[in-house]
């Protein structure tokens, strides 16, 4: 089962892939073949996950092509994965400079100033690509930063547009995320509270195994005064989760999210012993994940 689409939540689920949202692919007309080999392998190192080496490699071709707006923007986003998001900025300005990956590089930048704290300009870059270039994720990305900042109408005409366009089982899941917040942040109306388990309905009979779809269809049971159906849900949700741990043959510090969204279901279903142990299970998790990428012989030839 693949677990993670089930029950990761959906910032998890969008999050972009190594450079496979560059869409235009075209080979710069003229360009040197000395920066296009380093170019080739920038990206070859990219996408494997080697960032330090991505950015020697990448910039070796803008060295020899100063004006080579695919480097650029791949710098940028290797920049990104290693959390530089000055740097990163500072190239995809670079890319906007040369006319070329306005789309891309636009979203870029938005996805950097959001992980500096900058909603305001990370929501005008969203923007900025999306008059570029239609793309559900990108407009995926804005809702999430309207909901977040409390901007819940303008996330849920995001999430209605994207539901239109793209009618996937997690866009249904976030519009009634959005209609659940404007009930609880502001009307308290039964109406709103209807058409969150609506898009929750559709979320569950387009991807039956969705856990954190049984968990906000569950709360939306408990707000309705329906305690059977919630009690059934969380249940529900907790009995998913556990499968996918039990089951679980990737690498184990990607069971966090699973752990946490169990433990979340246990709290809601007033098993609070059982919460409190899943959540320990995730400190043991992130502390095997950094033991392991922590190299011993570091440590030591620092100490004098």
């Not at 009618?167 to 959005?178: F, S």
């Not at 305690?227 to 949700?237: G, L, R, T």
């Amino acid at each position: 089962m693949r677990a993670l689409i089930y029950i990761m939540t959906p910032i998890l689920i969008l999050t972009f892939i190594f450079a496979s949202r560059f869409v235009t692919w075209e080979k710069l007309k003229g360009v040197d073949s000395a920066a296009l080999e380093h170019l080739t392998h920038g990206t070859q190192l990219l996408r494997n996950g080697k960032s330090h080496k991505a950015i020697s490699a990448l910039t070796q071709a803008i060295e020899i092509e100063p004006k080579y707006a695919e480097a650029y923007i791949k710098r940028g986003l290797a920049y990104y994965y290693l959390a530089y998001y000055k740097k990163a900025i500072a190239d995809y300005n670079q890319t906007l400079s040369l006319n070329e990956y306005s789309a891309d590089a636009y979203a870029s930048r938005g996805d950097a100033y959001l992980a500096l704290g900058d909603e305001t300009q990370a929501i005008n870059d969203y923007t900025a690509s999306l008059k570029k270039r239609k793309n559900a994720l990108v407009m995926s990305k804005r809702a999430n930063v309207y909901l977040e900042t409390g901007k819940i109408s303008e996330a849920i005409d995001d999430y209605s547009g994207i539901v239109k366009h793209r009618p996937t089982a997690i866009a249904y899941y976030n519009r009634g995320r959005a209609y659940y917040q404007k009930f609880l942040l502001s009307d308290k109306l039964d109406e709103t509270l209807k058409l969150a388990l609506t898009d929750f309905d559709k979320a569950i009979e387009m991807l039956p195994n969705f856990a954190i779809a049984y968990l906000g269809r569950g709360d939306v049971h408990r707000d309705l005064g329906q305690q059977k159906s919630k009690e059934s849900d969380y249940s529900h949700a907790i009995n998913l989760l556990t499968d996918a741990i039990q089951n679980w043959q990737n690498e184990s510090h990607e069971l966090i999210p699973i752990f946490l969204w169990r433990a979340v279901a246990y709290k809601k279903s007033n098993y609070g012993d059982k919460a409190l142990n899943d959540i320990q299970k995730v400190y043991e998790l992130f502390a095997q994940f950094y033991l392991k990428k922590i190299k011993i012989p570091d440590i030591l030839s620092n100490i004098h």
